[in-house]
């Protein structure tokens, strides 16, 4: 079945860059996506990448896809402390994003 | 455009009863799924709706159910509420099953 991991905490430097990882199992993924929740707060997506795509670029985030490992990272240059917050690694098996299946969440503090 | 609105935002309720919770999508979003977020078990997929029709369907027991309406509106509704339904409860839309937003949740507390 289909099934998503990540690492739980992340702990960087204001001005240093971060970098979430993510594995899947589920080879027909179609979609990868990332969202970020703050406290108190729905998801937010932050990008997403097609699973014939290696790499995405969106201002200060990067996205890698491995599909061969299925290994899937987030980075983010020039984090800051407004960067604080749960982000979600998640996949898509059917090209519907109405029905994903998302990791446990990789909380990020950003100390000053 | 607005977001996708839940309502309530907050909700106590007791053991044994039931509770309904609503959505409205992003205007022109035909498709609604709800998800079940808790500490133990994480996010976990409910259903989706699409043009009135339950597209989708998670693991969950038959006293987690929903619909939709014609203005794709959605509610579900949780009958003989336990303990362990108390959890951050999200809908999302999406407009062509790509790009999924969520709204702000509703948060359910059964005591």
């Known amino acids: 079945g289909e099934d998503v991991e990540q690492s739980l905490f992340l702990s960087v430097r204001e001005g240093d860059s971060s970098v979430i990882n993510c594995t899947y199992t589920?080879?027909?993924?179609?979609?990868l996506y990332w969202y970020k929740q703050e406290p108190g707060a729905g998801l937010q997506l932050l990008t997403y990448i097609f699973s014939n795509m290696d790499m995405k670029q969106d201002q200060r985030l990067t996205v890698l896809l491995n599909k061969k490992d299925k290994h899937l990272s987030l980075r983010i240059a020039d984090t800051q402390t407004g960067d604080s917050a749960i982000y979600f690694c998640?996949?898509?098996?059917?090209?519907?994003?109405?029905?994903?299946?998302f990791g446990d969440g990789t909380t990020l503090t950003v100390k000053p | 455009k607005a977001g996708v609105t839940q309502t309530p935002r907050y909700l106590i309720k007791t053991r044994g009863q039931q509770v309904t919770l609503s959505c409205s999508p992003i205007s022109g979003h035909r498709s609604v799924s709800w998800y079940q977020q808790t500490p133990g078990q994480g996010l976990q997929f409910l259903f989706e709706y699409f043009s009135e029709t339950q597209r989708n369907k998670g693991n969950f027991p038959g006293r987690f159910s929903g619909r939709q309406f014609s203005n794709s509106r959605s509610e579900m509704n949780v009958s003989t509420l336990e303990l362990g339904d108390s959890a951050l409860y999200l809908c999302a839309s999406s407009l062509v099953g790509v790009e999924q937003y969520f709204g702000p949740g509703t948060r359910l507390t059964v005591t």
């Open positions: 589920d080879s027909s993924s179609t979609y």
């Open positions: 998640a996949e898509s098996i059917t090209g519907n994003a109405g029905k994903s299946t």
